[in-house]
């Protein structure tokens, strides 16, 4: 009975050592990417972070520049912001050179795997081929009759575990077949990507290039700008400074024609408008917000001026009226200080009133508290319109907020 059952066990065990996986020759599984690419991705997901965080912070300055440029032109921080733009916009192109450098790297990688995994499908599928045609020229039987022709049963287990060893490199080899081509599929299709993304790459950091050559363009300009401003605003100091001098020059002038009056013989004693007793009672000669106080301010541009009075922004046109009763000594125009009235109130006490639009009364004239003298203007275009206003003694200029009513 067992010789009998021997042929057909032995043509089953055989025919299930050669028989190859259904499917063998088509089927091609998905490899997956291999660790280097896998580490290339992450590096290009982290720099691609790193580079959306300096293009919001990039968009961040736009935004501020934009307002910088609807409201009141500001040059040095016009400035300052196309530094911090140019900065910004330098360290994108260092991120994109970093990504670049990355991708180059990663597609020499991948262009060496796919060479390697290509030259290695050859030489596989070479072999199979060899396997193939050695299998179809002994024919389907070959394995049966080498088992048959066994002299011994020990004869029979050698050529049988022989038989199975190499039915399972053949089945080892078709598999790693199909890997290479799955791992080839993948590969090609990671290096179109690659190089998709290099080229993506080139054309953001050429465009972030010429971005940086504009903003160095238009920051060259600011900084022209900025240094035209920077001189004339030295020249108008300077301007300003000629017609302080001049001011003070003629309420010297001022005050030593009414010293020379007063000491004549025979001579008016004379009367005064206004004396310490008000101090903190004068009523404001015109309403509205303090431009600058009385002392030395800072300017934007880091230099530094000498208020010898105060601002007092008005809309142009609006009355100004005089503190106190008085003498018109002064109704003309005066330098960078515009339009300008002083009225001599009696004891070497005067109040001055600048940067008028016009001019309501005459040199010589006699007013009353409360009587219009002229109009603000505008004087100044780095400033809006306001009264400039003064109180002097002698020369000597005095704060005027300790002669004003408290608001």
């Given amino acids: 009975m067992m010789r009998g059952a021997m042929p057909a066990l032995l043509l089953a065990l055989g025919a299930g050592m050669l028989a190859l996986p259904a499917g063998a020759a088509t089927a091609q599984s998905k490899a997956p990417l291999p660790p280097s690419a896998q580490q290339a991705a992450e590096r290009l997901r982290q720099e691609q972070l790193e580079l959306e965080r300096l293009r919001t912070e990039r968009q961040e300055l736009e935004q501020r520049m934009r307002r910088l440029q609807s409201n009141a032109r500001d040059v040095a921080a016009e400035r300052q912001n196309l530094e911090r733009q140019a900065a910004a916009t330098s360290r994108v192109v260092r991120s994109l050179d970093a990504q670049l450098g990355s991708l180059v790297e990663e597609v020499e990688n991948v262009n060496t795997s796919l060479a390697r995994t290509q030259d290695e499908l050859l030489i596989k599928r070479s072999t ?80 972030e290039e010429a971005r940086l050559r504009r903003l160095e363009l238009q920051r060259g300009r600011t900084l022209a700008q900025l240094q035209a401003q920077a001189r004339q605003a030295e020249e108008r100091l300077k301007q300003v400074q000629r017609d302080e001098q001049r001011l003070g020059g003629i309420i010297a002038a001022l005050e030593a024609s009414r010293r ?14 206004v004396t310490t007793t008000d101090l903190g009672r004068l009523d404001w000669p015109v309403n509205g917000e303090i431009v600058y106080r009385f002392g030395r301010a800072m300017n934007p541009n880091n230099t530094s001026i000498r208020w010898n009075g105060i601002g007092i922004g008005a809309p142009v046109g609006t009355p100004v009226k005089a503190v106190a009763a008085g003498d018109v000594v002064y109704a003309e125009p005066n330098g960078t200080y515009g339009l300008t009235v002083i009225v001599q109130h009696g004891g070497g006490l005067y109040s001055l009133y600048m940067s008028l639009s016009a001019i309501s009364v005459r040199k010589g004239a ?6 219009v003298l002229g109009a603000v203007g505008q004087s100044d275009p780095d400033l809006p319109p306001r009264l400039h206003f003064e109180m002097r003694r002698d020369v000597t200029a005095l704060d005027p907020l300790e002669w004003l009513r408290r608001p």
């Fill in 128 to 207: 199979l081929r060899n396997r193939v045609q050695e299998i179809y020229k002994r024919g389907p039987l070959y394995s049966l009759e080498a088992l048959l022709s066994a002299e011994s049963f020990g004869a029979l287990v050698a050529r049988y575990k022989y038989l199975h060893l190499v039915a399972q490199r053949d089945r080892a080899l078709v598999k790693r077949v199909e890997t290479l081509s799955g791992q080839i599929t993948a590969q090609r299709y990671l290096l179109v990507r690659l190089r998709s993304d290099m080229e993506t790459n080139r054309q953001q950091k050429a465009d």
């Fill in 260 to 273: 020379r009056a007063e000491a004549r013989p025979n001579a008016a004693p004379p009367t005064r408008s």
């Fill in 366 to 371: 006699k007013i009353n508290k409360g009587d």
